[in-house]
């Protein structure tokens, strides 16, 4: 399983301008129509089996869509000009910013999902069920159902019958964040997305979202206010979105901040989805590791291994971290190890080309391999990864930080050299992104590396332990052996297998065939406890040997 992250804001604009902080029509914006036939084709020949298209939900922006019917939101409450895809103003409509015919913008989404399918890949969206923006209004929600906040009581800071919290009576104050007078009125003020329970957040703080309201009391000791038998409002509502969604064909749902809404939720309503849909994914983000267990129990498919891999690997891209950590991350998910999701990039965290990490895309490659061919992990790539993409723009509100903004308007010249013909990418970019899909085609395609045993070499291996990593995978007759060097020096080296390898996985000992995968070069190998294998790595390369035997 390989999940492609894409924010279609950026990823289809080809326009030029980049006016740090402009507006859509001086920078663009891309379209869900640009998903077409080709670019789908071109994604899924990467290995790619799921598409998780970012920012689909209506969200607050500054651009203003009122000639469609569309409420404009208060820009002292959006962050940047085009806002984030995390502060939903409705959950029952689709972005307009993607949209050519505005009007028809749910139709363009359900064609882009059928798109999707037939280029034989799944759809993932988000979910946010957390916070939303503060201005949030439904204006697409179906006949009879009633908007969040519609019916609460808010001059009660708590109650498991409302959907948002209150600040006793006072007005919303954001003095610690704007440099002028305020206009944007909020009485009482509602509590901000981040856990912050006071009427005056800062500029740290999720300021431009509100906190939904699952029966917690936060302020009081976080009492739990539900049972069995008494279910709070926001489960119904939030059960009944994610329904909405299912029901237009997507296949997975990507669920933002999960672990800040209580287990007992997930458990209600990942029950009620998949008793309807059985096959539907759901995709936790969480942080905390000892959470882990709780939350896959509830019902999550898979879940974020950030507070675990992917800061061991990018700890041992940097080099301030050895290669035989590795062993320790695997071991402390051990027990619910396809549950974790691997990845390098995303949204959140900076890019590997990045000053701020790696500052070189190659470095990365090791990590990369690891990821999708350690276990049967599913694998997240994050659009323009496979390209180099630095992520060193100021755009705007965000700002040279290493990322790729969620908030402003602007174009990637990776990405459009990449998938939409502006130009010919650079003999480096192209170099990469073929690494990239030969790992990943790989790793869907190799019997042993998508569905075979593992067994980690490392404790036997101990001159590798600073730079280098190695383990086995096998399916039936078929054993590959992967080898990495995360070091930007020539390795030679003579990689054992210890005799309990030969036992738990049925190895044969011998002389055989073999072909290294990454270069469809032919090898010999005498494979044999007594003696290792001899391997040649290059500088932040990785070596992928398979024979079979027979």
């Not at 949030?136 to 808010?154: N, Q, T």
């Not at 060097?485 to 020539?490: I, L, R």
């Not at 070069?521 to 294998?533: C, I, K, P, T």
Request: glycine share 10%.
């Amino acid at each position: 399983m390989i999940i492609y992250q894409v924010l279609p804001r950026l990823f289809g604009n080809r326009k030029d301008n980049r006016k740090v902080g402009g507006d859509i029509q001086e920078n663009g914006c891309g379209k869900l129509n640009d998903f077409n036939v080709k670019t789908l084709e071109s994604i899924r020949a990467m290995g790619v089996t799921h598409l998780w298209y970012t920012g689909v939900i209506r969200h607050a922006t500054t651009t203003d869509y009122s000639a469609y019917g569309i409420p404009c939101q208060n820009a002292e409450v959006v962050k940047g000009k085009a806002g984030s895809p995390y502060a939903i103003v409705d959950y029952y409509d689709v972005d307009p910013d993607l949209a050519v015919d505005v009007p028809r913008r749910m139709e363009e989404w359900e064609a882009a999902i059928e798109r999707t399918h037939k280029a034989g890949m799944k759809v993932i969206i988000d979910f946010v069920p957390n916070h939303v923006a503060r201005e949030y209004h439904s204006i697409c929600k179906p006949l009879g159902v009633k908007d969040l906040g519609e019916e609460d009581d808010s001059s009660a800071a708590f109650s498991p019958r409302n959907n948002f919290y209150y600040c006793w009576g006072q007005p919303l104050d954001l003095g610690r964040i704007l440099t002028e007078g305020q206009t944007y009125t909020e009485i009482p003020a509602k509590a901000t997305g981040n856990d912050c329970f006071c009427n005056a957040p800062s500029s740290s703080d999720w300021y431009e979202t509100v906190k939904l309201n699952y029966g917690i009391d936060y302020v009081n000791g976080h009492v739990k206010d539900f049972s069995a038998n008494v279910i709070p409002d926001t489960w119904f509502k939030m059960c009944d979105i994610l329904m909405f969604w299912a029901a237009k064909g997507i296949d997975g749902f990507r669920c933002d901040m999960a672990e800040m809404v209580p287990t007992e939720f997930w458990s209600y309503a990942i029950s009620h989805v998949k008793a309807a849909y059985p096959d539907i994914i759901f995709i936790g983000e969480v942080y905390n590791p000892g959470l882990y267990r709780n939350y896959i129990a509830s019902g999550f498919d898979y879940l974020y291994d950030k507070v675990g891999m992917y800061d061991c690997l990018r700890g041992v891209i940097e080099g301030h971290r050895n290669a035989g950590d590795i062993t320790g991350q695997w071991q402390a998910t051990d027990d619910i190890g396809g549950h974790m999701l691997y990845f390098l990039e995303n949204h959140d965290e900076q890019r590997i080309a990045s000053s701020f990490f790696a500052g070189d895309p190659w470095k990365a490659i090791p990590a990369v391999l690891v990821s999708c061919m350690l276990k049967g992990n599913p694998f997240m790539l994050y659009a323009g990864q496979e390209v180099g993409e630095k992520g060193m723009d100021h755009e705007g509100f965000s700002g040279r930080d290493g990322r790729t903004t969620i908030f402003d308007y602007w174009s990637l010249p990776t990405l459009q050299r990449a998938f939409y013909g502006k130009g010919e990418g650079s003999p480096e970019e192209r170099a990469l992104r073929a690494k990239y899909q030969k790992v990943m085609r790989l790793a869907e395609d190799e019997r042993a590396i998508s569905q075979g045993a593992f067994f980690d070499l490392m404790y036997v291996n101990g001159a590798l332990f600073q730079k280098q990593y190695a383990w086995l995978r096998k399916f039936d007759d078929e054993v590959v052996l992967i080898v990495v060097n995360f070091s930007g020096e020539v390795v030679n080296c003579e990689i054992a297998i210890p005799e309990h390898a030969f036992e738990v996985l049925s190895l044969c000992k011998g002389t055989f065939k073999g072909t290294e995968l990454l270069v469809n070069q032919s090898v010999v190998l005498d494979v044999d406890s007594a003696a290792g294998l001899p391997v040649v790595l290059n500088p932040y390369g990785g070596v992928v040997i398979k024979w079979v035997q027979e």
